[in-house]
């Protein structure tokens, strides 16, 4: 009998915990993606300063390759579908 991780996981940890798990896993993607990074984030117990910056300066120059064309934009569809078929092999 195989036992997914979600099951071995709630059998581990108290009733409650777990119940807050099952909902969690009953969110939406985005509803579940930002609960994700609250929880996260509340992780971080030192923030580097620079770090905020230092992601600015990434997403502008991020953006900037697309506006100039120096990237090729690809759906998200087509991306998975290319992840999993290089995984595959």
Known sequence: MVVSAHAAYNGAVK????????EALS???????????TLLESLDSEIDPG?????RQE??????????GAVKL???????????????H
Do not use: Y
Request: avoid cysteine.
């Open 59 to 68: 997403i502008r120059r991020r953006v900037q390759e697309i506006d100039n």
């Open 51 to 55: 770090a905020q910056e230092a992601w």
């Open 15 to 22: 009733a409650d915990t777990a119940k807050l798990l099952s």
């Open 27 to 37: 969110l939406p993607s985005e509803a579940r993606a930002a609960l994700i990074d």
């Open 74 to 88: 690809i759906a998200w569809d087509d991306a998975r579908r290319d992840l999993w078929a290089r995984l595959q």
